[in-house]
């Protein structure tokens, strides 16, 4: 019983994560999207859950089944994401690890876009709102501790850290994401944990594995022993 609290650190904290790709409509039958899977934001939040907290998981359209302990707040667009994730706050803890769609269609079609003989239709864009950057600079409403992930295929340190200060995150969890690494879709990850202190290397594991590594992590930084 005394070990029970022990194990589950926590417990009374409540945690918004994100998870998986956003559909952005174009008109009733198509969208835009990419390949998310999801699967990192579930096990974070999966992993979250084993740890005692309450768990609140924003997610765009994936193929896996809802946590145990975990209340899904399903939304396509990232502006159903950011209205959701406002919804859900305040909490202690975030981690956006959703593939927000960088653009959506500026005006969504309300009938099917029709071939018009070789005619082609211009589809004019908006830059989706950054629901990482509006969360992470709230006033009284911001939670303690708000993790990004860095999706780069290139110079993943370099740009992981400017986006760190850009955004104006606590932690930044970037990854290769890049052609052959197998993370978009796949099952395994490697992280480096970027924070103004450190820059740690995490060995290449799956998803699950680096779930529970966040996990425990935040537990830490709860219990007072900051990263
Ligand atoms: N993110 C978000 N809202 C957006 C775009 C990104 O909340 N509209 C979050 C992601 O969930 C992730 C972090 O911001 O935690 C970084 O996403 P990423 O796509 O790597 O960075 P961007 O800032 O979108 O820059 P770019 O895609 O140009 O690299
Ligand atoms: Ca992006």
Not at 31 to 60: E, F, M, T, W
Not at 154 to 162: D, L, T
Not at 174 to 188: K, L, P, R, S, Y
Request: glycine share 8%; proline share 5%.
């Amino acid at each position: 019983f005394f070990q029970k609290n022990a194990e589950k650190p926590l417990k009374g904290r409540k945690m918004l994560v994100t998870a998986g790709p956003t559909h952005e409509p174009i008109d009733p039958v198509r969208y835009i999207a990419n390949r998310s899977s999801g699967k990192q934001g579930y096990a974070i939040a999966a992993a979250l859950a084993d740890l005692g907290a309450d768990v609140v998981l924003v997610s765009g359209p994936t193929r896996l089944e809802t946590p145990r302990g975990v209340t899904l707040k399903s939304i396509e667009s990232a502006k159903d994401m950011l209205a959701a994730c406002e919804a859900a706050l305040p909490v202690d803890g975030a981690i956006f690890a959703a593939a927000v769609a960088d653009w959506r269609v500026e005006t969504e079609s309300d009938q099917k876009i029709k071939k018009r003989d070789g005619q082609l239709p211009h589809l004019c864009l908006a830059e989706n709102p950054d629901i990482l950057a509006t969360v992470s600079t709230l006033g009284k409403n911001r939670p303690t501790l708000v993790v990004g992930f860095a999706a780069e295929t290139q110079a993943i340190i370099e740009n992981g850290k400017a986006k760190l200060a850009k955004k104006g995150c606590d932690w930044i969890l970037a990854n290769d994401v890049g052609i052959g690494t197998g993370t978009f879709g796949g099952d395994e990850n490697q992280i480096i944990l970027l924070t103004d202190k450190l820059v740690e290397e995490w060995p290449k594991q799956s998803k699950e594995a680096v779930a529970r590594t966040v996990a425990a992590r935040i537990a830490t930084y709860f219990q007072g022993d900051d990263v």
